[in-house]
């Protein structure tokens, strides 16, 4: 497991490339935000409890979003899970926006 956080052009471009190679999850959140504020320490929970699990993580600040043309948002805080390629045939990638992912994400770290 690898952790990408975007911080720049180069680390964008390292997350949009993980992203295009699928099995990857990425919080998208904006620091302004009082819901991403409240999140973080749940998203730090979960990161720790992926340990070595066999998919990646990518961390993208809203500011940060052009550099992940792959990575788009409609709200804050958003959890996309990349599971099989961009563009590979049935393509079943999963896109949370909602208290119910925070609660699926909080939940899996319980449950570890």
Known sequence: MQIITVKD?????????????????VLI????CPHCVQFKPEWAKFKKAMGN?????GEVEQTYLEHVPNAQAQG???IKFY???IGSVGNNNNVGNSTSTRKTVKN???NQ
């Not at 699990?53 to 993580?57: G, M, P, T, V």
């Open 9 to 25: 052009k180069p680390s964008g471009q390292r997350l949009n490339d993980a992203i295009k190679r699928g099995n990857i999850i």
């Open 29 to 32: 959140y904006a620091n302004w």
């Open 53 to 57: 699990a066999n998919c990646d993580i």
């Open 76 to 78: 804050f805080p958003t």
């Open 83 to 85: 599971k099989q390629p």
């Open 108 to 110: 899996s770290i319980q």
